[in-house]
C-alpha cells in the first residue's frame, strides 16, 4: 500500500536555477513544494534549517526530501530533531562543509553530523565532484545509514551536469520504499 507523499525540494547554496533536476521535477511532479531561503547566497544555519522546520510545519502528511549540496546537509540538520513527518530522503551531492578549501560562507555548516538518520536514506554521489571527495561522500553515507549510490563523471550532479530531467534521479527516490510509489506514477 502506498501513500501520496509530499516531495519537498531542498535546493543548495544560490538555489537550483531552471535548468536544475531539482526544478525540472518541481514543474513535472504532482505533489512538490520548494523550500525557500531568505539568503541563498549567504546561507546561516540555523535560518536555513528553520525555513525547512517552518515549510514542514505547513504540510500535512507524510514527506520525502529531495536535496541537493547544502540542502543535503541542512536536511541533516534538522533529522536531528526526530523529522517524524519526513519518510525518506534523497541526498544528492552533500556539500563536504569540513573541506579546507570549502568557501568561508557554508563554513557555519559545520561539523557535518554523523548521526543514523531517522528515516531511510539515499546518497547520491560523483567520483568527481569538486565539493566533495567520493571518499567523504561514502564516509557520511555510512555514518547516516544510507544507502550509498555513485555515478560516474557527473560532477556536482547539478545543472552543469546535463542530466536533464534526471529520470534515474527518480527512480532512486521512488526506491526509497513502497510508501513514495506514488510520485513514480506520473512520470
Known sequence: MSVDATVLILPGLFDSGPAHWQSRWQQRLPRVERVCQKNWSEPVLANWVAALAAHLAQI?????????????????????????????????APADVERHSAPDVIKNFAPIPRARLPFPAIVVASDDDPYCEWQQSAVLADAWGAELVQLHGAGHINSESGLGDWEAGLELLTALGPRVEAIATVW
Request: aromatic letters at 6%.
Open 60 to 92: 500535512e502528511g507524510p514527506v520525502v526530501l529531495a536535496a541537493h549540496s547544502l540542502g543535503c546537509i541542512t536536511a541533516v540538520y534538522y533529522a536531528q530533531r526526530g523529522a517524524q513527518q519526513v519518510i525518506g530522503a534523497l541526498l544528492v
